[in-house]
Nanobody
Framework: QVQLVESGGGLVQAGGSLTIACAAS???????MAWYRQAPGMQRDLVAL???????DYAESVKERFTISRDNDKNTVYLQMNRLRPEDTAVYYC??????????WGQGTQVTVSS
């Protein structure tokens, strides 16, 4: 199975920016990939997706602030997050769009936005 490793999270002030990455152990170029996030006590929600062809879509709460991209040569998906808000605080995960995640979940990367 494909293994996913998320990285790049951290503590940032409101209004700041952060870019996180998700490296896959195998080729993912045929898969639509997504970033999900889970805040304490909340369900895991999809925030951004990118198809194999590069089409993107975003949750309303992050539109115009987050940008998802992928580098198929590196088997890596990125999420650039601008104008961060305290409500963006969560553990961020990547996985496939299909099935709400076909592969085992990685450890995620913690993003904390201070007010």
């Amino acid at each position: 199975q494909v293994q996913l490793v998320e990285s790049g999270g951290g503590l940032v002030q409101a209004g700041g920016s952060l870019t996180i990455a998700c490296a896959a152990s195998e080729s993912i170029f045929t898969y639509a990939m997504a970033w999900y996030r889970q805040a304490p006590g909340m369900q895991r929600d999809l925030v951004a997706l990118i198809t194999g062809g590069g089409t993107t879509d975003y949750a309303e709460s992050v539109k115009e602030r987050f940008t998802i991209s992928r580098d198929n040569d590196k088997n890596t998906v990125y999420l650039q997050m601008n104008r961060l808000r305290p409500e963006d605080t969560a553990v961020y995960y990547c996985n496939t769009v299909r099935g709400g995640g076909l592969w085992p979940w990685g450890q995620g990367t913690q993003v904390t936005v201070s007010s």
